[in-house]
């Protein structure tokens, strides 16, 4: 992969404190979430990457309320 692909996938990938602010919701909240298998998300090594396009994508297909179900967020 080339460095510029590089840095670009690097910078659309958001840690679990971006992903809070960019949600507005609890860290705890994205854990349960991630935890459950509701929202899109990576494992680097220990650490939780979310990729903003398919975050948007969630979003766009309703999201869901940390139960599976639909509409977590509208």
Not at 17 to 39: C, G, H, Q, R
Not at 47 to 73: M, P, S, T, V, Y
Request: aromatic letters at 8%; proline letters at 3%; one cysteine or more.
């Amino acid at each position: 992969m080339e460095l510029k692909n590089l840095k670009k996938k690097k910078e659309c990938l958001m840690t679990v404190d971006k992903l809070a602010v960019f949600l507005s919701i609890p860290k705890s909240t994205i854990y349960n979430l991630t935890m459950k298998e509701a929202i899109p998300h990576y494992h680097v090594g220990k650490l939780l990457r979310f990729d903003r396009q398919a975050i948007k994508l969630w979003l766009a297909e309703g999201g869901c309320d940390g139960a599976g179900h639909e509409r977590f967020i509208k």
